[in-house]
């Protein structure tokens, strides 16, 4: 937001650990002044909510929210903050190419989201729609694949498929032996007794010492319709994952 001009910004954020948390280190990480605004998600509507998102005069709104965020939408167009009048940012939990198609025409247009992960590439669409004609949506697709390809190639090292043996092999396959970037290949030379590194279509791929992914990748995305959001790949910003 702070790149974006924005110096004042209110955070309106759902009251739960998700809400609450990505409010906290959103605020923490704004430069500017900011007010948090937190609302009860199951509320019949959000007019006392927003009357206080505006109150603060805000020049930039980030809404962190699920579902409830079309009814949160309208009530700040009502009250003349909308997307068309200050700056909106979303989250992953609100991002969607179908919630706001019957908000008025083209509100949307400019307003951003955030979305951890990398861009689906062509070529993992097209397996996805070999198995899923219908699938519209790739969040989190390729993260899931290499899940699934780590977890594979973690049980063909410690030649079992119990929980102990694929968590205990999972760190050993990501990092420090020979790269390989697909299952066919980094089987082969698991089987000729190679060390590998599996980097997989989500990039680079390595644990902390919990056991935990240390390098993560977050999106920007960008609606150019109320129904239509775009990425671009210089909006993709990979980094170290903060100690918890």
Not at 65 to 90: C, M, S
Not at 166 to 177: E, Y
Request: charged share 20%.
């Amino acid at each position: 937001m702070a790149a974006n001009g924005a110096k004042n910004a209110v955070f309106l954020n759902l009251d739960d650990a998700y809400g609450n948390g990505l409010a906290k280190y959103g605020i923490a990480g704004f430069t500017g002044t900011s007010t948090q605004v937190v609302y009860n998600p199951q509320a019949a509507e959000f007019s006392a909510d927003v009357s206080k998102a505006k109150a603060a005069k805000p020049d930039a709104i980030a809404i962190i929210g699920f579902d409830e965020t079309t009814k949160v939408l309208t009530e700040l167009i009502k009250q003349g903050i909308g997307p068309n009048k200050v700056k909106t940012y979303l989250v992953d939990g609100n991002l969607s190419s179908g919630a706001y198609k019957d908000l008025p025409k083209n509100i949307m247009k400019g307003v951003k989201a955030t979305l951890p992960g990398v861009f689906t590439n062509d070529e993992l669409k097209k397996r996805l729609l070999g198995v899923d004609p219908k699938l519209t949506d790739y969040s989190y697709a390729p993260e899931s694949y290499d899940a699934v390809v780590l977890i594979a190639l973690a049980a063909e090292q410690g030649k079992g498929t119990d929980g102990t043996t694929i968590r205990d092999n999972l760190a050993s396959v990501s990092s420090g032996g020979t790269k390989c970037t697909t299952f066919a290949e980094c089987k082969t030379l698991i089987a000729a007794g190679t060390d590998i590194d599996y980097d997989g279509v989500s990039g680079a791929i390595e644990f902390d010492a919990n056991g935990d992914p240390s390098v993560a990748t977050m999106g920007v995305y960008e609606y150019v319709a109320n129904d239509k959001y775009e990425a671009r790949a210089a909006e993709f910003i990979t980094g170290a994952v903060p100690a918890a």
